[in-house]
């Protein structure tokens, strides 16, 4: 069986009918006023699972993590955490951490100090303090800086700090409410990946809330992507990518380019899309469309080759002109006008140093793709 985009870990308990759910959200609605945040919405999180929570702001991301943590309680619907339910269950007696945005540390304590304040508070033995914040040091490699004050310190050693802190206590889950917000992006791109191997190292299950897609791509095993209190998709990184549920879902994550049209004819194999201008689209990936539905062919600018001629042996091939172009280094970005004016998104790899085909604004230009290059949509 083919897979969809590359494979990070094995790690897959979604797929095991007997797998049972660690983090069970269950018909839940959170209403504040007349406002609905969160709207009848049901999930299932696993254990030791790097689940990220997608949306815009607004979208009842936060809300969901702070039903979680104890902070709010839903106004109806169940959370259930290891098959318990959590109403009524003060944040303290919940076996959950939160580590906030601004990572809340005590500007008055130093770095050792701040990690072994929620010990300290629990009534931990001195010695089991000390050897407990020594091991927080050493897994956040911040082992020089333990007599340091917060302000003493970059915006990335405070994070690891606060992280530091948040998982001292060994709690069965870890919350993280947009984690990275406040990092430069190369030290986010940095802490991304200390993040996953932190989580592994830990065995802990991790539930982030992101408005940021590329880091909820390159950080967690599934994704759910929310909008209005409703949860729209829930896939791995490349499953949302490569096999978006809808149309909010394709134009969410990533940049992609939307043929609208109906469907012509289909078979077992493939489907002919028409669209308003007569062009014809032959798709391999048409779910479950059928003839005569109103559809979208959605498809990533990756996907699209440009050219100055017709590909002879091209399937799907449209003619269009050079509207806009941006040469980036690595890749090339074409932004072709079609004879209908719409225009497509496309990006070429520059693996070359020298362009036997180059292609400037204003010339006419191919678009041409494969028939299993993009999906359909019908919702």
Request: proline letters at 4%; aromatic letters at 8%.
């Amino acid at each position: 069986m083919k897979s969809l985009g590359s494979i990070r870990r094995s790690f897959a308990p979604w797929t095991d009918p007997s797998a049972k759910p660690y983090i069970v959200f269950e018909n839940v609605t959170k209403k504040f006023g007349d406002f609905t945040a969160v709207n009848n919405l049901s999930l299932t999180i696993y254990e030791k699972e790097f689940f990220a929570l997608l949306g815009a702001s607004g979208c009842g991301k936060s809300t969901l993590l702070r039903m979680l943590a104890g902070f709010d309680e839903p106004t109806s619907g169940r959370i259930l955490l290891d098959g318990q339910d959590m109403r009524g269950i003060p944040p303290y007696r919940r076996p959950v951490n939160m580590m906030f945005q601004s990572y809340a540390l005590f500007p008055h304590m130093t770095v050792e100090q701040n990690i072994a304040f929620g010990l300290k508070q629990e009534g931990m033995p001195k010695a089991e303090i000390d050897r407990r914040v020594a091991d927080m040091l050493k897994l956040v490699k911040l082992e020089q800086f333990a007599k340091r004050k917060p302000h003493q310190l970059s915006g990335g050693q405070r994070q690891r700090v606060a992280l530091a802190r948040s998982v001292a206590k060994r709690p069965k889950v870890l919350l993280l409410d947009e984690p990275l917000g406040a990092l430069d992006k190369k030290l986010r791109e940095e802490t991304q990946f200390e993040l996953m191997d932190l989580q592994q190292n830990l065995g802990l299950t991790f539930v982030v809330v992101t408005h940021d897609q590329e880091e909820a791509m390159t950080m967690a095993d599934r994704i759910a992507i929310l909008d209005k209190g409703e949860v729209m998709q829930v896939a791995t990184p490349a499953e949302v990518y490569e096999a978006p549920a809808s149309r909010f879902v394709a134009g969410f994550v990533g940049n992609v380019n939307m043929f609208e049209g109906k469907v012509a004819a289909r078979d077992d194999h493939t489907a002919r899309i028409t669209g308003a201008s007569g062009a014809e689209i032959v798709v391999e990936n048409a779910g479950d469309a059928v003839a005569g539905d109103t559809v979208a062919f959605a498809i990533r600018p990756e996907k699209i080759k440009v050219t100055s001629r017709r590909p002879e042996e091209a399937v799907n091939a449209m003619e269009g002109e050079v509207f806009d172009l941006a040469y980036l280094g690595d890749m090339t970005v074409y932004y072709v006008k079609l004879s209908d004016g719409q225009m497509v998104k496309a990006s070429a790899l520059n693996s070359a140093r020298i362009t036997e085909d180059a292609l400037s604004w204003n010339d006419r230009a191919w678009i041409s793709f494969k028939p299993d290059a993009g999906v359909v949509l019908t919702r």
